[in-house]
């Protein structure tokens, strides 16, 4: 059974840099499938942030405006994302998973329970 | 980039119902499109994926149907443990975008 978990502060400073990390046990992520991060704000909806490949392809929701950076480490079997500049707007649960395939598509199989980062000074 | 439109936002409905749930794409995505489920503090939950395609261990009271830009999610009979907010996902040219989200609520 595949499994996720993220790690990484709680609390983030405006303007500075977000960083988590997802750690996945149950399969080797250089194996294969694409890994991704999700986020929901207080009172809104999921918001797709980015996809990784195994193979270090990367996928990024245009609405983040580059602010984002996703990386894989297939040695540790983590990936991880960064949110650069971040302001009030970037508070949210954020969500690790991985991304089944079934013929040519793709949906999120495999979820992390979930990690609060407030933006705040 | 694909838009998914989700309605309605909110329903209330009673135990037993059958409840369906809309998304629109602003374009075609054939059958990449899929369904979840997502409860206060918890993870979401796959149901259904590539637009009909029930996900192993989810319950056959719900179904999906449609291809192209107009999806639907049926809930048979709805059951206590159903109360929740449901979210589609559209899977196009490699750019994922979620439905607004609708909850479900008790009436």
């Known amino acids: 059974q595949v499994q996720l978990q993220e790690s990484g502060p709680g609390l983030v400073k405006p303007s500075e840099t977000l960083s988590l990390s997802c750690a996945v046990s149950?399969?080797?992520?250089?194996?294969?499938?694409?890994w991704g991060w999700i986020r929901q704000s207080p009172g809104k909806g999921l918001e797709w942030i980015g996809n990784?490949?195994?193979?270090?392809?990367?996928y990024y929701n245009p609405s983040l405006k580059s602010r984002a950076t996703l990386s894989i480490d297939t040695s540790t079997n983590r990936f991880s994302l960064m949110v650069f500049s971040v302001t009030a707007a970037d508070t949210a649960v954020y969500y690790c998973?991985?991304?089944?395939?079934?013929?040519?598509?793709?949906?999120?199989?495999?979820w992390g329970q979930g990690t609060l980062v407030t933006v705040s000074s | 980039a694909i838009q998914v439109t989700q309605s309605p936002s909110s329903l209330s409905a009673s135990v037993g119902d059958r409840v369906t749930i809309t998304c629109r794409a602003s374009?075609?995505?054939?059958?990449?499109l899929g369904w979840y489920q997502h409860k206060p503090g918890k993870a979401p939950k796959l149901l259904i994926f590539?637009?009909?395609t029930l996900q192993t261990g989810v319950p056959s009271r719900f179904s999906g149907a449609g291809s192209a830009t107009d999806f639907t999610l049926t809930i048979s009979s709805l059951q206590p443990e159903d109360f929740a907010t449901y979210y589609c996902?559209?899977?196009?040219?490699?750019?994922?975008?979620f439905g607004q989200g609708t909850k479900v609520e008790i009436k």
């Open positions: 998973a991985r991304l089944g395939d079934y013929n040519r598509w793709h949906f999120f199989d495999f």
């Open positions: 149950g399969y080797s992520i250089s194996s294969g499938y694409f």
């Open positions: 990784i490949y195994y193979n270090g392809d990367t």
């Open positions: 374009q075609g995505v054939r059958n990449g």
């Open positions: 590539a637009a009909s």
């Open positions: 996902l559209q899977d196009s040219n490699y750019q994922w975008t």
